[in-house]
């Protein structure tokens, strides 16, 4: 409504003007009006964008408002007919540079609402992937490289895989790891636990990582603990009796983003290689730890004795197993 009371006085203006004007130099009125409204018409297609009704409403009344002033002021209807007409040419010129102008910024901005709705699943995609403050910065453009100097890493896996892939289908078997990778997906979720990727039958996760939000160890074991128990509900239901291993390791670690076009934030160091083999030690439905990550959890969960087992490419390690409360 603004550039419509704005050109509205523009105009009243603007033909106060023409009248003096006129009857002070004895010009024609017809004339000039045909100028003056070729003018006007011209900044109201422009000031009207994305108004073509309204533009409309506004140069035609305009325009029977001249008329009904050129009959009071006892124009000859021959002289009216003819300065309506080259009127008309502006304003059919008007018409379509207001229409056209309405039609780009309307392609623009659905073009914009388009690009913002593409941004968005683009953003959303990338934070399923990636850590949302890794994604920020690598759209910022840096070069993402950390240094944690104590993260608990948990490798989880299934029991005799190679076997159950024997005895379901496919189509079944993709059915029950989906099953596992959910639960273990909402067990992270609940205790603040970084899910890093999944490798066949394998769920990696870390706690104290860049995407974690619990302090590490103790959360690291009681997630461990839940996807054994929730995993021992499922297989019960429906009665295909999956187990699970769970390795844990705590120390340091380097992460950061690899690749080009399939991004991915990972975590490399001897931890990851350790806590892997520590997972291959465990007991079926068990969970093994190292002595780094045992005195963390000192208080927090209960763990046997320790063993001391020979880990291939790591030599005699001491770890302490402890086995999640299972409902009979």
């Not at 709705?117 to 959303?124: A, D, G, I």
Request: charged fraction near 20%.
């Amino acid at each position: 409504m603004l550039p419509f009371i704005a050109m509205t006085i523009a105009a009243a203006v603007l033909m106060a003007v023409l009248l003096r004007t006129t009857a002070a130099n004895d010009l024609d009125i017809t004339k000039i009006s045909v100028v003056f409204f070729g003018l006007i018409y011209f900044i109201a297609s422009v000031a009207f964008v994305a108004n073509v009704k309204l533009f409309l409403v506004w140069a035609i009344g305009t325009l029977g408002v001249f008329v009904v002033y050129m009959d009071i002021h006892g124009i000859d209807v021959d002289e009216m007919y003819h300065t309506i007409v080259n009127i008309s040419f502006f304003l059919l010129f008007a018409i379509f540079t207001n229409w056209e102008a309405d039609r780009r910024a309307r392609a623009m901005y659905v073009a914009r609402q388009e690009l913002n709705r593409e941004r968005k699943k683009t953003e959303k995609l990338l934070y399923n992937v990636l850590p949302q403050a890794v994604a920020k910065r690598l759209r910022a453009g840096e070069v993402v490289a950390d240094s944690f100097s104590d993260i608990s890493v948990v490798f989880i896996d299934i029991v005799g895989f190679s076997k159950l892939s024997k005895q379901l289908s496919p189509g079944h078997l993709v059915e029950q790891l989906n099953g596992f990778f959910l639960i273990a997906d909402q067990c992270a979720s609940r205790y603040g636990i970084e899910k890093v990727k999944t490798i066949g039958d394998c769920y990696l996760a870390v706690s104290g990582g860049t995407a974690s939000t619990g302090p590490g160890a103790k959360d690291a074991v009681s997630f461990a603990k839940d996807v054994i128990a929730e995993m021992q509900s499922r297989a019960k239901e429906s009665g295909i009796d999956i187990q699970l291993r769970v390795g844990i390791h705590s120390g340091p670690v380097v992460g950061g983003v690899v690749g080009t076009s399939r991004l991915a934030y990972d975590y490399w160091g001897d931890t990851m290689n350790i806590a892997s083999r520590i997972e291959g030690a465990a007991e079926p439905n068990g969970i093994a730890v190292s002595a780094a990550t045992y005195y963390q959890c000192t208080g927090a969960h209960e763990f046997d004795p320790p063993e001391t087992i020979a880990l291939k490419g790591v030599g005699d390690t001491v770890i302490y197993r402890t086995k999640p409360a299972l409902a009979d």
